[in-house]
């Protein structure tokens, strides 16, 4: 089976034929969505299993297409203080937007610091249209398809309602992709506004304070390593993640996960067999 790179991953083992993964979008959506990300089960299950997708500041908007429609089949997480956990059973088709820090602002009318780690129905944003997005999805013969009607669909609303996320919250994640140990005390200083301000900015286009956005992507970054380098010891990867020491990181990974990063690493293991 092939683990997703980051979104992802599924906290019970199973037998059964799994297909799994993300798909980066086009050139004129990479402003504001991460990825698309799926989980398709090619025959019935033998048991139920669990799928986390983990907390990293992002909003997800998450499609069960599985054959027999369920109600209200269209869902939209907000930020949540831990992991996002859904159970698959039966045949299972799963198919999810990750849309990038404040990037669901510019196709969603919503206050991000209002929805906060609340989930809601689609329909109840967009009413009808989101039966409408879900028979195109199923009309669409396999994945590429999908994908495809999802991203004309969105650019048509990118198109009337465009909103740019503050530069502040894009310096503050490119330090942290270059490992730079990032302090609540130091974001106003890295944004050259008051740190009052920085707040309000986060609240507004991310949906949680600053201090817990940049937890959420120490961790998130944490689960890179974890998948590119087999052998980094927990120590190793607590100080190139800007934790303070090993049992800081374990504590923050299980927080953000709902597991530690030992079963973590095992889980990787048995999806990579």
Not at 54 to 79: C, E, H, M, V, W
Not at 80 to 86: A, R
Request: net charge positive; with cysteine; charged share 25%.
């Amino acid at each position: 089976m092939k683990q997703p790179k980051n979104e992802v991953y599924i906290s019970s083992s199973s037998n059964n034929s799994i297909e799994s993964g993300d798909i980066k979008p086009c050139d004129s959506l990479k402003g504001y969505i991460d990825c698309y990300w799926y989980l398709i089960a090619n025959a019935s299950v033998i048991s139920p299993f669990k799928i986390s997708v983990t907390a990293d500041g992002s909003f997800n908007i998450i499609f069960n297409l599985a054959q027999r429609k369920i109600s209200d089949p269209i869902k939209i997480y907000g930020i949540p203080e831990s992991c996002i956990s859904l159970v698959a059973s039966d045949k299972t088709y799963i198919l999810g937007i990750k849309f990038l820090p404040g990037g669901i602002l510019s196709f969603l009318d919503l206050q991000a610091s209002d929805f906060g780690s609340n989930s809601a129905n689609l329909s109840d944003l967009i009413g009808s249209r989101a039966d409408e997005i879900y028979d195109n999805l199923m009309l669409a013969e396999n994945l590429r398809d999908k994908i495809i009607f999802l991203e004309n669909y969105l650019i048509g609303m990118l198109n009337q309602r465009r909103l740019d996320v503050p530069a502040v919250i894009d310096k503050i994640k490119l330090e942290l992709s270059r490992g730079r140990l990032i302090t609540g005390e130091a974001i106003a200083d890295l944004s050259c506004v008051c740190e009052r301000q920085v707040r309000r900015l986060f609240a507004q286009y991310i949906g949680v304070g600053p201090n817990e956005f940049i937890r959420m992507l120490r961790v998130q970054n944490a689960i890179h390593l974890l998948a590119m380098k087999k052998d980094v010891s927990f120590k190793e990867l607590a100080l190139m993640t800007g934790h303070y020491d090993q049992s800081h990181f374990i504590k923050e990974f299980k927080k953000i996960t709902g597991i530690t990063p030992a079963q973590f690493r095992r889980q990787l293991t048995l999806t990579r067999k």
